[in-house]
């Protein structure tokens, strides 16, 4: 359903050009939960960036079900982002004004014409990562697994096929990270949900179906469990 | 379109009821602050205006002056003033005919303008009876006497502002000397002394018309000024007399301000200059309140972007932030200035040589100005907000 080909990315700090991503080609299936690792600054979040059109590669394409979406105008790829991807981010990453039900339910504001539509939507997501006794919670009120566990409901709200994750876990405390972790099989498993995530945790590795590596920019390994 | 507004409404409800409330009560302070400063500069520029015209019209010129067209005098008047009265909205019409002459007391002399008047239909037409600080106005049967204005007599009043031109120390009962340009020379006893606060009309002497063919063996009109009511425009009156079929021209009291009109003009510009300056102000406060929140909140609209959010509905939640602070800031403003300000200053009105100027409003003057605030104020959003979109994701989020 998504896939690279050839794509690399070089970053221009001033004059000087550092290369994140080295000529990398990747297929993503559907349903699938493919955990990216490498060590810092292996490129992993640029490739994860880049599949999740946040980001364009300097070089090569990046096709989604088929068609080429690496070059698209910004105001095309947020349409795809809110459509079809739902994005969890490392540190949380919620919107400090709303409550958690608002932060779930607004991309799905941005589709849905009828505010209980997106509003039950979101409860029921709330309730399945167990949140929804903090739905009228602001973030600041929310632990970090609490929040993060907002932002996978956001995440899920307008039924994406695939959803990215960068370093969920980075910042939560080994019982919180099991429970984020957890939950994103239970997406996948329970919905069929394509979850892309990054990780340098080993442990983590459990919950893919697949896993590759990368260093300095290169698959240097893929695995299927 | 209509999404992008749901969620741009939706946004910027929250930031306002969610940021901080000193920053929404900084940008509020500021719109009232510059909206009652531009109601009330604007205000008293007109009441100012006001006071001046209505000096003009009630102490010089009347709403209008009939003059002959093509002869030093206007004949028939007598019957001519008649159907002028007779005319729907004419509340005042009375003639005169002015002739320049020195005055003299001693060894002080002066020079002025001596209007020969009807004294039984002068004050239909002109307040300056009303205005005497010494002795009393000119009956019809008067007999060598004379009214002076204040700058001419002098009348002891050292702070007026021709009072070193003037005869300086004439009262009521005084004799003067007035040499007319025919070389007649008579002497008058000054009746009344009238002040107008409006120097122009303060520079007048009166005497009778009676007086005037006695001294003069002549008893014809130079010109008609006439008053009408408030709702009568001078364009209706004029087109009115001009059915009579006389031989006439007019002057409005606008064409006849001379020097009044020039300083009116003058106020108008820095009336605007001043006006533009307080949008300035105000749309630079919105721009620095967005521009700093914006700082604040770049990883915040770059996450939002990253999840979907249109550019157009982030830009247009910082419009309508704006507006919503234009809107409680004008509506404060407006309480704040009509049931404060203009009591106040109605209260305790500022004094000028010309007399109490009250604030004037103009509710259209305050939609305008309401109108002309919000529409910058959320321009002034809007730059910075759409300068914010510019800047990459990547750089949004986890850049500097």
Redesign the interface.
């Known amino acids: 359903m998504l896939k690279i080909k050839n794509a690399s990315k070089i970053y221009k700090l001033g004059d000087v050009e550092v290369p994140a991503l080295n000529n990398v080609s990747l297929f993503i299936e559907e349903g699938e939960m493919l955990c990216i690792m490498g060590r810092s600054g292996s490129g992993k979040s640029t490739l994860l960036?880049i599949l999740?059109l946040?980001?364009s590669p300097t070089k090569g394409k990046v096709y989604l079900s088929g068609k080429d979406v690496g070059r698209l105008k910004?105001?095309q790829r947020?349409?795809i982002?809110?459509?079809t991807?739902?994005?969890v981010?490392q540190e949380y990453?919620l919107?400090?004004?709303?409550t958690a039900l608002?932060n779930v339910y607004?991309?799905a504001?941005?589709?849905s014409?009828w505010p209980g539509e997106y509003r039950d939507r979101a409860v029921t997501l709330l309730d399945a990562v167990g949140l929804l006794n903090r739905m009228k919670h602001?973030p600041r009120q929310l632990s970090g697994g609490q929040q993060q566990r907002v932002a996978i409901a956001?995440?899920m709200v307008?039924k994406p096929q695939i959803i990215f994750a960068d370093e969920p876990t980075a910042n939560l405390d080994s019982k919180a990270g099991k429970n984020v972790m957890e939950t994103l099989y239970w997406l996948n498993k329970n919905y069929k949900t394509t979850i892309v995530f990054v990780s340098h945790d080993e442990a983590d590795k459990k919950y893919a179906s697949r896993v590759i590596r990368l260093l300095d920019g290169r698959i240097i390994k893929r695995k299927t469990a | 379109m209509f999404r992008n507004f749901k969620v741009a409404n939706f946004l910027a409800r929250k930031l306002v009821a969610r940021s901080s409330w000193g920053l929404n009560f900084m940008a509020i302070f500021m719109i009232v602050i510059v909206y009652v400063n531009m109601n009330f500069t604007s205000s008293l520029l007109s009441g100012f205006i006001s006071t001046v015209n209505s000096k003009l019209i009630s102490t010089q010129t009347g709403n209008f002056i009939v003059l002959p067209k093509n002869s030093e005098y206007i004949e028939g008047s007598e019957v001519l003033i008649d159907d002028i009265r007779n005319i729907n909205g004419v509340i005042g019409v009375t003639e005169s005919k002015t002739i320049p002459a020195e005055l003299s007391r001693g060894q002080e002399k002066s020079l002025a303008e001596i209007s020969a008047i009807n004294p039984n239909t002068y004050g239909d037409v002109f307040s300056t009876p009303k205005n005497m600080i010494e002795g009393s106005f000119l009956d019809s049967d008067d007999k060598d006497m004379i009214v002076l204005g204040a700058q001419i007599a002098g009348a002891d009043i050292s702070r007026l502002e021709l009072y070193s031109d003037s005869l300086k120390n004439v009262h009521v009962g005084d004799k003067i000397t007035v040499d007319y340009p025919s070389g007649i020379k008579k002497e008058y006893t000054v009746k009344g002394i009238f002040l107008n606060e409006f120097f122009e009309s303060d520079l007048k002497s009166f005497i009778t018309k009676d007086e005037y063919k006695n001294v003069f063996a002549d008893s014809k009109t130079e010109s008609i000024n006439v008053k009408l009511d408030k709702d009568v425009s001078e364009s209706y009156a004029i087109d009115e007399i001009k059915k009579l079929g006389n031989d006439l021209q007019f002057r409005t009291w606008q064409e006849r301000a001379g020097f009044v009109r020039g300083f009116t003009d003058t106020l108008k510009v820095v009336n605007r200059i001043l006006g533009f300056a307080a949008i300035l102000v105000a749309a630079v406060t919105i721009f620095i309140v967005t521009y700093v929140d914006l700082i604040n909140k770049k990883r915040q609209i770059g996450i939002e972007r990253a999840i979907g959010i249109s550019s157009l509905a982030i830009i247009l939640s910082y419009g309508l932030r704006a507006l919503f602070y234009t809107f409680i800031g004008t509506a404060i403003g407006s309480a704040v200035f009509m049931f404060i300000v203009v009591p106040i200053e109605r209260a305790y009105p500022f004094k000028i040589p010309y007399g109490k100027v009250y604030l004037q409003t103009n509710f259209r003057n305050m939609l305008i100005y309401a109108g002309i605030l919000t529409l910058s104020a959320i321009i002034s959003a809007l730059i910075p907000s759409w300068r914010t979109i510019k800047i990459s994701i990547i750089d949004a989020i986890w850049g500097n």
């Open positions: 960036r999740g946040i980001d910004e105001k947020s349409k982002r809110l459509e991807m739902g994005y981010f990453a919107l400090s004004e709303l608002e607004l991309p504001k941005m589709l014409r602001l956001r995440a307008n």
